[in-house]
Nanobody, 117 residues
Framework: QVQLVESGGGLVQPGGSLRLSCAAS????????IAWYRQAPGKQRELVAD???????NYAGSVKGRLTISRDNAKNTVYLQMNSLKPEATALYYC???????????WGQGTQVTVSS
C-alpha cells in the first residue's frame, strides 16, 4: 500500500506563493493517479486538482490558472504550486488517490495552508 505524506504548507501573506509536496513511499507510486484535496474550516473536503500517471492534469474550475499540479515519478513526489494566494485558499490540503476507491480510504494529516496578513 502506497503511503503519502504532505508537506510544504505554512503561513503566507495574501498574494504570496507556496509549493506543496506529496511524497510517496513504496515502489508503485508511478501506477497511481494522484490528486490534491482541501478542506477549509466549516466546509466539506473538495477536489483541487489531479494528475495521471503520465502527467495529464485536471483542475477544479475555481483554481485553474492559479494552481499547477505536477509530478516527478523518479522522486515519488507530486507537487502543487500555488500562486496569487487569497485568504479563501486557507485550508488543510491532502493528497490521495483519484478517483477515490470504494470504500473511501482514510486520510493523512495533510498540510495546513493559511493565507493571512
Amino acid at each position: 500500500q502506497v503511503q503519502l505524506v504532505e508537506s510544504g504548507g505554512g503561513l503566507v501573506q495574501p498574494g504570496g506563493s507556496l509549493r506543496l509536496s506529496c511524497a510517496a513511499s513504496g515502489s508503485i507510486f508511478s501506477r497511481y493517479r494522484i490528486a490534491w484535496y482541501r478542506q477549509a474550516p466549516g466546509k466539506q473536503r473538495e477536489l483541487v486538482a489531479d494528475i495521471s500517471t503520465s502527467g495529464y492534469t485536471n483542475y477544479a474550475g475555481s483554481v485553474k490558472g492559479r494552481l499547477t499540479i505536477s509530478r516527478d515519478n523518479a522522486k515519488n513526489t507530486v507537487y502543487l504550486q500555488m500562486n496569487s494566494l487569497k485568504p479563501e485558499a486557507t485550508a488543510l490540503y491532502y493528497c490521495n488517490l483519484y478517483p477515490l476507491p470504494k470504500p473511501v480510504p482514510s486520510w493523512g494529516q495533510g498540510t495546513q495552508v493559511t493565507v493571512s496578513s
